[in-house]
């Protein structure tokens, strides 16, 4: 009877014993080494924002110059301008060759005593352009480390219009126009600053170089009328991350 019972205490230290070591095994992490090549790089993502004013945006009712003139406290005349852009770098000959879609938006603000007003109180004034645009981007990056980017870009699209807080004729919504866009500009890489954490951000989140970025556009509309909203005057910066 004694030597039954040792038996089948060693028995069950024997399974305890196997299915712990099982369980280890299952569970056990392994070190592995990270890799020492760059993710691989085919998609862009930028951030953007600045000022803008159009150089002969008329509007409907009384005329946007009239309505947005003197200066602000910080922008000046100017609206402010924020956008946001994909890209696909489908092409790396001599540099990044790839697809670009944008959006966005341009606010603008005053407060204005319309003519057609009886009362002598101001009312604010809001004008709201949302973008949309598709370019083709040319990035001349050459090696990996390259401090400065220079790039250009093209494309086509158009804008929506709509102005609110004003005087009955004043107020409009729901406008449409198309335009053409070109800029030119240049990207600092911030992976020199800091190689450590541009590494560690790759290995964490494949994002292979981050950029401070910097750019001058030039609007024109197709159609020339009082929602013309061309100009030269879009100057942006933000941030590009490549992943």
Do not use: C
Request: proline share 4%; net charge positive.
């Amino acid at each position: 009877m004694r030597q039954k019972i040792v038996f089948f205490v060693l028995l069950f230290y024997f399974l305890t014993f196997l299915s712990a070591f099982v369980i280890a095994e299952n569970n056990k992490v392994i070190f592995t080494e990270p890799p020492t090549k760059e993710s691989p790089q085919n998609w862009g993502l930028t951030f953007m924002g600045g000022t803008y004013r159009p150089s002969n945006y008329t509007g409907s009712g009384d005329a946007f110059g009239t309505i947005y003139s003197g200066q602000a406290k910080y922008l000046g005349n100017q609206g402010l301008w924020a956008d946001l852009s994909f890209e696909w770098h489908f092409l790396k000959f001599l540099g990044k060759w790839g697809a670009k879609a944008s959006t966005g938006a341009w606010v603008i603000q005053k407060e204005y005593d319309s003519p057609k007003d009886t009362s002598s109180v101001k009312q604010l004034y809001t004008l709201w352009v949302i973008p949309g645009f598709i370019s083709g981007v040319y990035r001349a990056h050459f090696w990996s480390w390259q401090p400065l980017v220079p790039f250009v870009e093209a494309g086509v699209g158009g804008f929506r219009f709509q102005q609110s807080g004003a005087q009955q004729g004043d107020r409009y919504q729901n406008i449409y126009r198309s335009a053409t866009l070109a800029g030119v500009g240049i990207q600092l890489n911030t992976n020199i600053l800091d190689p450590k954490s541009a590494r560690s951000f790759d290995i964490n989140w494949g994002v292979n170089n981050t950029y401070l970025i910097a750019e001058y556009r030039s609007i024109q509309n197709i159609v020339k009328d009082n929602f013309d909203f061309s100009g030269n005057n879009l100057i942006t910066a933000g941030l590009l991350f490549e992943f």
